[in-house]
């Protein structure tokens, strides 16, 4: 799939941001089988202070499935159709250590989503403890950033990320590569990013 977004700075702290994105996901676990689609968007804000950071965000997802006939209750329902919408907001603090360009920045999250398929509908509302920790520095006009996210939540959800990004303060462009690991009640599943921009 993929994904197209744009952030606004509203002031040196103050960011807002929007992101569209598309799926498509194939699925088989040798007794299920089908395709299906997402397709959705969110909205976020970003305050980064010197020392505190606050960031939120809401978004909705529209889900198509090419799953052939299925039972919905007493009737037939082919090839089905599902939305979800969610939200977050997370609260940290920044840390310097040294003056060597490493840093750690421990934060605390809240979040609901709300999923619906046919007849099934749930509610999750949750809580997150995680931190930001990394070793940026500056060469040739370029910043290089290492950065690892981990945190786990009251679902019982872990999650960790590395991220490595380079940008060019000359060209206002640059780039970043991220892996991540999410553990689920549904088992562990993996990403791997590669993300391109240019600011003009």
Do not use: C
Not at 152 to 178: K, R
């Amino acid at each position: 799939g993929g994904r197209l977004a744009a952030k606004y700075s509203v002031t040196d702290n103050l960011y807002i941001g929007a992101s569209g994105y598309g799926y498509k996901i194939h699925f088989d676990d040798g007794l299920n089988k089908y395709d299906s689609g997402v397709y959705g968007g969110n909205v976020r804000i970003d305050y980064i202070g010197d020392v505190v950071f606050v960031r939120g965000g809401l978004g909705g997802n529209i889900d198509s499935f090419d799953t052939g006939p299925l039972l919905n209750g007493n009737e037939i329902t082919h090839n089905p159709t599902g939305n979800s919408i969610y939200g977050f907001v997370d609260l940290g603090k920044h840390f310097n250590i040294g003056n060597d360009g490493w840093y750690v920045a421990p934060f605390v999250n809240v979040g609901m989503e709300r999923l619906h398929i046919l007849q099934n509908n749930k509610n999750h509302f949750f809580a997150r403890g995680a931190f930001d920790g990394g070793y940026s520095f500056v060469l040739d006009s370029m910043k290089y950033t290492y950065n690892l996210r981990a945190g786990v939540n009251t679902l019982g959800n872990i999650d960790a990320a590395f991220n490595f990004s380079a940008w060019s303060e000359i060209d206002d462009a640059g780039g970043n590569v991220s892996l991540g690991l999410i553990q689920t009640e549904l088992g562990m599943s993996g990403k791997v990013s590669i993300n391109l921009q240019i600011v003009f």
